[in-house]
């Protein structure tokens, strides 16, 4: 295996979304102060509760991301999130691969204010496709196993991103922007408050088009004419709420994208395309009588529609032979392919005793989804849970908080998982501490894996066995004084997961020429270290680094598992100095080498990755209160070619696979101007 000692750079400049109100720098806080309820709702406090009880927890906020010039989520949690990597094809809005801590994209649970919204048809497909940026006031990344309280799938980290939060006191902004992938982008938010009554409004526009080369030149058939991958994103959302008193209080979301997102192919394809139609709705009331008893509970539905459509050209669909010029053949015309997620949960905080709480509640999952295209049968599903932690809190151990909790799920398919955890951390000194987590997760199958009959392709199993894992993190770190602007923070961290029960193709019928799913033998092993370190060098100028070492295998394979990056190392600078209407940041990651296996489990493996990537981004202020600002951003500053992943092709002469190689974004120029109003 081979190790990079090159370094990645990641860095978050400190605030922007209300940069406008900075008075004397633009190091200013990136949220304002939350005051949705006096009756704060545990839902959301429990990300940074459970960093106090052994779960490292990154948070990137809006001005991290409006710095970064960031499109989508994706692109955001690339470069501002240690230990993740995230690759998309072909620019932002696509699909992606994702290994957290060494994982695999399917390892991984994605919510928005706390509402799941993994495609349940797919593991390897992520919802980051149709998700924008600019409408996101932070993202919590909770690295390790997340199984207690976020259920199925957040077996090596669960991700929420939070929408714009609610104020006492109106605040919004505006902004457009062009980059020279002929994207234009607008998007704006306003928020207030009347009595109490609390809302937020925000809207978002993303386009493309011509868009990007998804593939290099030579990787495409002459039947391949569609060679730009474009987009149009559209998200529109509100969220209200309401104290009826200083304990009770509701709180509601609902959000809707359209989208139209282009989907090339190396061979065949004259068009190709997938059109969005996505709802999410919650309602929620929250009752805190006191510090020693919370609750909630929560209703949420998620309907996720994509229809897709694929003219070929040549007369045969699926096969290129050359017909009269400018003849088509409809290989699918408007086929859909979605699911329905929804259902309810509470949960309690309390104090039982001096120095011990207790944090359990309930989950019911109802979901809904087909596919008429690959041929996935609808059938409904529903999960029911529960779970239970019980704390300790410095009143009874002095400088400690210690955990441990059970969740125990019931599904209508399949066996029942029952999983366990245990955290903790202790503060040594004020400057140093030591925490650690141990359980273990599920992952439940999705309807792909159950119930797939895709004549001379693929069948599921309606047996399957989820897969379980067990985890732990081991993490010391502190502070170091270093100089007036503050200290050098540092984390050193080891990590492991061990999955059984994997569930891939584990068996061929001969007789419907199908591949079926199974639960294989073996175990998939992952284990690595990380380091990160951030740090003021002056009242100007800042640093952050990170690495992070992944070693990833199959039980009895001496190869990494696909599309997991041995390294990834980050660092970066960010120059905010408060006497000048101005910033800069430059942010540097390196990938190490991955590999994947395009044409299929034995038929050889092909490596990529191993490059770095240079980005540089300016900020500047056009008023003294700094309500107008102009950000420059250059991505792939020495527009290095490189691959996102591997694919396969098949070549028009005699339906031979090959092996097509996924471009990354070239270097590409953006402006963005923004108005605050507030």
């Known amino acids: 295996m081979k190790a990079t000692t090159r370094l990645a750079l990641v860095c978050a400049s400190l605030s922007l979304a209300l940069a406008a109100r900075a008075q004397t720098s633009d190091q200013q806080s990136s949220s304002l102060e939350e005051v949705v309820v006096t009756a704060q709702s545990i839902e959301n406090e429990l990300p940074q509760q459970l960093a106090q009880y052994g779960t490292r927890v990154d948070t990137v906020t809006s001005g991290d991301i409006v ?32 290994s957290l801590l060494g994982s695999r994209t399917e390892d991984v649970l994605w919510l928005v204010d706390n509402v799941r919204i993994n495609n349940r048809l797919y593991a390897g497909t992520t919802p980051l496709d149709t998700i924008p940026a600019s409408m996101i006031e932070r993202i919590e990344v909770l690295d390790g196993g997340q199984a207690l309280f976020y259920g199925t799938q957040a077996v090596a980290g669960a991700v929420n991103i939070v929408t714009k939060s609610f104020t006492n006191h109106p605040d919004g902004a505006f902004s457009l922007g062009a980059d020279s992938n002929d994207g234009k982008h607008l998007n704006g938010y306003f928020r207030d408050a009347l009595d109490n009554n609390f809302f937020v409004l925000y809207a978002t526009h993303d386009e493309a088009s011509p868009g990007l080369q ?49 989907l090339p192919q190396p061979q065949l394809t004259q068009t190709a395309f997938n059109r969005r139609d996505e709802d999410l709705v919650q309602a929620k009331l929250d009752y805190v009588p ?38 088509l053949s409809v290989a699918e015309d408007n086929g859909y392919w979605g699911y329905k997620d929804y259902g309810a949960n509470l949960m309690v905080q309390a104090a039982i005793a001096r120095g011990l709480e207790s944090v359990g509640g309930y ?77 273990t997760a599920f992952r439940l199958p999705t309807d792909e894996e159950l ?20 985890n732990g993190t081991l993490a010391v770190g502190g502070a ?60 100007s100028l800042s640093g952050n680094l990170s690495g992070t070492f992944n070693h990833a295998r199959e039980s009895g394979e001496d190869y990494q598992f696909d599309q997991v990056p041995e390294t990834i190392l980050k660092a970066g600078f ?32 092909v490596g990529y990755g191993n490059y770095t990537i240079v980005d540089v ?20 500053l020495f527009n290095r070619v490189y691959y996102s992943g591997v694919s396969f092709g098949v070549t028009d002469a005699n339906q031979t696979p090959y092996v097509v190689h996924d471009l990354a974004v070239p270097r590409t120029f953006q402006a963005n101007y923004t108005y605050f109003f507030n």
């Open 617 to 636: 981004n300016g900020r500047f202020f056009l008023d003294a209160k700094r309500h107008q600002r102009i950000d420059l951003h250059i991505d792939n």
């Open 451 to 470: 119930f797939a009959n895709d004549p001379e392709d693929e069948r599921g199993d309606p047996n399957l066995k989820p897969e379980t894992s067990h």
């Open 363 to 439: 989950d019911l999952q109802n979901y809904i989804g087909r596919d008429s295209v690959l041929v996935i049968r609808q059938e409904t599903e529903r999960i029911n849970a529960v779970f239970e932690q019980l704390r300790t809190t410095p009143d009874l151990i002095p400088d400690a908080h210690l955990s441990a909790g059970l969740r125990y799920n019931i599904a209508s398919f399949g066996p029942s998982a029952l999983v366990w955890n245990f955290g903790g951390e202790y503060d040594f000194l004020r400057s140093f501490y030591v925490k650690a987590n141990t359980g």
């Open 67 to 98: 710095t970064g010039g960031f499109l989508d989520v994706a692109q955001a949690l690339d470069a501002l999130t240690p230990g993740l990597y995230i690759s998309s094809n072909a620019g932002p809005f696509n699909y992606v691969d994702v």
């Open 290 to 327: 006191s510090d020693l008893l919370k609750f909630y509970v929560k209703t949420y539905y998620h309907r996720w529609s994509s229809y897709y459509t694929e003219y070929d050209n040549g007369s045969t669909p699926f096969f290129y032979t050359p017909g009269a010029p400018g003849q």
């Open 214 to 262: 998804p593939f290099p030149t030579a990787d495409f058939q002459p039947s391949g004419t569609e060679r730009n991958r474009a987009y149009n994103v559209t998200t529109l959302g509100a969220k209200y709420a309401y104290n009826f008193t200083s304990d009770l209080a509701f709180s509601s979301l609902y959000q809707h994208t359209d989208a139209t997102l282009d």
């Open 574 to 605: 960010d120059y905010h100095p408060s006497s000048l209407p101005l910033g800069v940041n430059l942010t540097v990651e390196h990938i190490g080498e991955l590999d994947d296996e395009p044409l299929g489990v034995g038929n050889g493996r």
């Open 480 to 539: 170091i004084p270093l100089n007036a602007a503050g200290s050098l923070h540092w984390e050193a961290m080891t990590f492991y997961r061990l999955i059984s029960n994997l569930i891939a193709f584990t068996s061929y019928d001969n007789a419907t020429k199908q591949d079926v799913f199974g639960n294989a033998a073996g175990e998939v092993r992952t284990f690595g270290e990380q380091l990160t370190l951030a740090a003021p060098f002056s009242p």
